[in-house]
Antibody
């Protein structure tokens, strides 16, 4: 069974960098059939697609976040990563990693809450 | 405000059927057969229940069905069970960035 698990820092202060790791088991992120995705949900709001990365390292970002985010991956560890710079309170959210295939996301992690507060 | 519009809540009694709508535009829901639905029990990983408007992944109950008409997609759950109580989100591919958009979510209460 494919499983994804997010891990990250917990509480952040404004202007810091959010760094999250998604560890994948039951599937290889080196597979060209999938794309590895980050999605977030601010408290009381809907889901927002952040971006995704292919095994080749090709990335696609949400334009609203593009100037502040970097996605990367480590195939040797079967992990992919999200870096979000210069966070503000508006970046407070539950962050999910997910596996994308063609036009949908077939497996998700449980999500990790990242509060941003001074 | 989410790109796709869903009702905030719906409710039904065990055994009944309910339908959750998901309204977008002619750039997303209306343009593509790429609507998916996710079931989310708080604290757990969201689960794919419908993809490409009406297809069910292996292992998902046939009580879940999806459809689309124009710019509105719908998820129907028949024979409601207590375990169906969860949040439901729709998603669609869109021709304009950011490529995937989601609804705000609908909380289903089984009375």
């Amino acid at each position: 069974q494919v499983q994804l698990q997010e891990s990250g820092p917990g509480l952040l202060k404004p202007s810091q960098t959010l760094s999250l790791t998604c560890t994948v088991s039951g599937a290889s992120i080196s597979s060209g059939d999938f794309y590895w995705t980050w999605i977030r949900q601010p408290p009381g709001k809907g889901l927002e697609w952040i971006g995704y990365i292919f095994y080749s390292g090709t990335t696609y970002y949400n334009p609203s976040l593009k100037s502040r985010i970097t996605l990367s991956l480590d195939t040797s560890k079967n992990q992919f990563f999200l870096n979000l710079r210069s966070v503000t309170a508006a970046d407070t959210a539950v962050y999910y990693c997910a596996r994308g295939i063609t036009t949908y996301f077939d497996f998700w992690g449980q999500g990790t809450l990242v509060p941003v507060s001074s | 405000q989410s790109a796709l519009t869903q009702p905030a809540s719906v409710s039904g009694s065990p055994g009944q059927s309910i339908t959750i709508s998901c309204t977008g535009t002619n750039r997303d829901v209306g343009a593509y057969k790429f609507v998916s639905w996710y079931q989310h029990h708080p604290g757990k990983a969201p689960k794919l229940i419908i993809f490409d408007v009406s297809k069910r992944p292996s292992g998902v109950s046939n009580r879940f069905s999806g459809s689309k008409s124009g710019n509105t997609a719908s998820l129907t759950i028949s024979g409601l069970q207590a375990e169906d109580e969860a949040d439901y989100y729709c998603s669609s591919y869109t021709s304009s960035s950011p490529y995937w958009v989601f609804g705000g979510g609908t909380t289903l209460t089984v009375l």
